[in-house]
T-cell receptor
Framework: DGGITQSPKYLFRKEGQNVTLSCEQN?????MYWYRQDPGQGLRLIYYSQIVNDFQKGDIAEGYSVSREKKESFPLTVTSAQKNPTAFYLC?????????????FGDGTRLSIL | AQSVTQLDSHVSVSEGTPVLLRCNYS??????LFWYVQHPNKGLQLLLK??????LVKGINGFEAEFKKSETSFHLTKPSAHMSDAAEYFC???????????FGAGTTVTVRA
C-alpha cells in the first residue's frame, strides 16, 4: 500500500542533543512537508520541499533543519537550538500542479524531553 | 492571506444523533477547503474536500459539508454519530499556493453511548 512512514513513533531528547525524525513516502509525490502540532492548536508548518535538493522555511523553522536528497525522503532534525521541542511532529506529502490535491499525512512522531 | 476559524473547540453528542462542526474561512481568492479527522496519536485523514464543482460535498464515513460563499462557511455534518467518530476534526483552507495550508484549531468530538 502506498503511504507515508514516519519513524520512530516516540523519541526522547536529552539537553543539548540533536535528534532526527524520519519521513519516507512511496506515493511518488513531488512535495513534502513537516508540521508541528501542540495541544489545542492546529498544525504549524516548519519546512516544505517541492523538489529534490530544494526546501523552504515555513512559519516556525527556527531550531529545525531538513534535507531532501531523494524524492521519497524528507528527514527533519530538531537541533539543540529548539528550546521547546516537545510536540507531535507530522510529515505530509502532496502532488503539485493539479488543483485541489490534498496533503497526505503520516502517523506522526511524538518527541519528548528527558 | 487565508485563515480558518472553528467555532467550537469541543462538541459532545449522543450516539445516533446528528453531528455539526462549524467552520468559517477567510480567503482573498476562491479557496480550496478540506476537512480532516485525527484519532489519538495518529496522523490526519482526509474526510472531504471542496473543489468548486458542487457546494454540497460528500466524504467518507457518512460525512458531508456545505460550502456557503455568502456566509464564508464550510460546516461539516453527519446525520447519525457513531462511537468511532470520536476524534479531533480540522477545517483547512488553502489559498493559491500549493504548499500553504491554514489549519483551524480543531474541534474535539465526544460521542456518548
Amino acid at each position: 500500500d502506498g503511504g507515508i512512514t514516519q519513524s520512530p513513533k516516540y523519541l526522547f531528547r536529552k539537553e543539548g542533543q540533536n535528534v532526527t525524525l524520519s519521513c519516507e513516502q512511496n506515493l511518488n509525490h513531488d512535495a513534502m512537508y513537516w508540521y508541528r502540532q501542540d495541544p489545542g492548536q492546529g498544525l504549524r508548518l516548519i519546512y516544505y520541499s517541492q523538489i529534490v535538493n530544494d526546501f523552504q522555511k515555513g512559519d516556525i523553522a527556527e531550531g529545525y533543519s531538513v534535507s531532501r536528497e531523494k524524492k521519497e525522503s524528507f528527514p527533519l532534525t530538531v537541533t539543540s537550538a529548539q528550546k521547546n521541542p516537545t510536540a507531535f511532529y507530522l510529515c505530509a506529502s502532496s502532488i503539485l500542479g493539479i488543483l485541489n490535491q490534498p496533503q497526505h499525512f503520516g502517523d506522526g512522531t511524538r518527541l519528548s524531553i528527558l | 492571506a487565508q485563515s480558518v476559524t472553528q467555532l467550537d473547540s469541543h462538541v459532545s453528542v449522543s450516539e445516533g444523533t446528528p453531528v455539526l462542526l462549524r467552520c468559517n474561512y477567510s480567503s482573498s481568492y476562491s479557496p480550496s477547503l478540506f476537512w480532516y479527522v485525527q484519532h489519538p496519536n495518529k496522523g490526519l485523514q482526509l474526510l472531504l474536500k471542496y473543489t468548486s464543482a458542487a457546494t454540497l460535498v460528500k466524504g467518507i464515513n457518512g460525512f458531508e459539508a456545505e460550502f456557503k460563499k455568502s456566509e464564508t462557511s464550510f460546516h461539516l455534518t453527519k446525520p447519525s454519530a457513531h462511537m468511532s467518530d470520536a476524534a479531533e476534526y480540522f477545517c483547512v483552507v488553502r489559498g493559491t499556493n500549493d504548499y500553504k495550508l491554514s489549519f483551524g484549531a480543531g474541534t474535539t468530538v465526544t460521542v456518548r453511548a
